[in-house]
């Protein structure tokens, strides 16, 4: 299964609201997880099963979606936000990473 | 405190041959699948190899598949991937990771630091 999110890059402002996609080559069910990663450190889990938010994640983050097509929504970027994000299918082996989504500060 | 330590990364020739490990601690490791996931020098993501919480089924990414095996050691808590016919394109660095549960698996939820590994002559 591919996955590919959009846009491959991003520039934004602190408070902005940011949404990244991902789109499924098959239907995921809700079997969909995000990701934040930062320069140097292993991921993070922010979302699982397309829209719950892992135990300590901020509620400005979220998610949404089913099938084929996902969404993760910063409601006001922080300035530790800035980070490059992927999506993670599980639903079907090889599980696939989308090819990620830097957000840079603008 | 939940912790995966990997380890066995080096510098190795094309060709040959290395085997990573994965130490578990702070959870019931038996009790998980788990996984193997690398990232290329800034590159993205790469799930590479899954296992079963009893090691009975393996999956493996198209691009390892028949050189990478994965196995697990549920009495010493220890994941590991036995890497063979190694290419330039495997240098990368190599996350052991765990997934949520061993049936609906909905996530990777916890993830080591990752051990380095790069193929060169």
């Known amino acids: 299964i591919q996955l590919t ?3 491959s890059s991003l520039s934004a402002s602190v408070g902005d609201r940011v949404t990244i996609t ?3 080559s098959q239907g ?4 969909l997880a995000w990701y934040q990663q930062k320069p140097g450190k292993a991921p ?3 979302i699982y099963a397309a829209s719950t938010l892992q135990t300590g994640v901020p509620s400005r983050f979220s998610g949404s979606g089913s099938g084929t097509d996902f969404t993760l929504t910063i409601s006001s970027l922080q300035p530790e936000d800035f980070a490059t994000y992927y999506c993670l299918q599980l639903n079907t082996y090889p599980h696939t990473f989308g090819q ?4 840079e500060i603008k | 405190e939940v912790q995966l330590l990997e380890s066995g990364g080096t510098l190795v020739q094309p060709g040959g041959s290395l085997r990573l490990s994965c130490a578990a601690s702070g959870f019931t490791f038996s009790n998980y699948a788990m996984s193997w996931v690398r990232q290329a020098p800034g590159k993205g993501l790469e799930w590479v190899s899954g296992i079963w919480s009893s090691g009975g089924s393996a999956y493996y990414a198209d691009s390892v598949k028949g ?3 994965i196995s697990r050691d549920n009495s010493k ?10 290419r330039a394109e495997d240098t990368a660095k190599y996350y052991c990771a765990k997934y949520n549960s061993n049936s609906y698996l909905y996530d990777l939820d ?6 380095t590994v790069t193929v060169s002559s």
């Open chain 1, 28 to 31: 995921l069910g809700t079997f």
């Open chain 1, 100 to 103: 990620g989504t830097k957000l």
């Open chain 2, 110 to 115: 916890v993830w080591g630091q990752g051990t």
């Open chain 2, 67 to 69: 050189r990478f095996i």
């Open chain 1, 22 to 24: 991902c789109r499924a």
């Open chain 1, 5 to 7: 999110q959009s846009p």
């Open chain 2, 77 to 86: 808590n220890t994941l590991y991937l036995q890497m063979n016919s190694l």
């Open chain 1, 44 to 46: 993070k889990l922010l």
